[in-house]
């Protein structure tokens, strides 16, 4: 990918220059994409498209290693992903029949009464709900529910701890909880 990179760089000094920060900052920019995306092939995607934005404004970089140009990275990683994000929930999902009745799991109470509401809606608008969650909260339930992986299967999967899993669970469930209730007028 350098090399490829380093193509679109005239001056040798700059060649030089962007060589040392692609070295100082890509571990940064891959860990932080993948925490945002939640996996490797995303995450390089996003690095990329990073180091091409940041290529077009290599000029204005007086110092590479120094605080503001690592703030300055970090916020293009935060970009791309985002921008990867909203294209993907805008891009059509589909689920296969084998998989939907793992999705019926999703309907597991987070809080004791909700059983009963969660029977009320069809699988269509469950599937419709789940494809509407932020893309990690979504990740994170269909290989819960769908692959039927357990908390640390899931937390090696996508590169974070148990806890973190067991917290995006529960913020997923909640979140689809309140748009089953917002799909069926009741908010």
Avoid: W
């Amino acid at each position: 990918m350098l090399v490829t990179l380093l193509q679109l760089i005239d001056s040798p000094e700059d060649k030089r220059r962007f060589e040392q920060l692609y070295y100082e900052y890509r571990n940064l920019m891959f860990y932080f994409a993948k925490g945002m995306l939640g996996s490797d092939r995303a995450a390089e995607d996003a690095v990329s498209e990073a180091f091409i934005r940041i290529i077009k404004h290599f000029h204005d970089f007086d110092e590479i290693i120094c605080p503001r140009t690592k703030n300055y990275i970090v916020l293009v990683v935060k970009s791309v992903c985002i921008d990867m994000l909203r294209k993907k929930s805008r891009e059509p999902q589909f689920v296969m029949a084998e998989d939907a009745e793992g999705l019926m799991d999703l309907a597991t109470p987070v809080e004791s009464g909700e059983e009963e509401m969660f029977r009320r809606y069809d699988m269509d608008r469950i599937i419709e709900a789940i494809h509407g969650l932020p893309e990690i909260y979504k990740t994170t339930l269909m290989l819960y529910a769908v692959r039927d992986e357990s908390l640390t299967e899931i937390a090696e999967h996508m590169g974070c701890g148990k806890e973190t899993v067991k917290k995006r669970l529960y913020r997923a469930r909640r979140e689809l909880r309140k748009r089953l209730e917002v799909q069926d007028g009741r908010e």
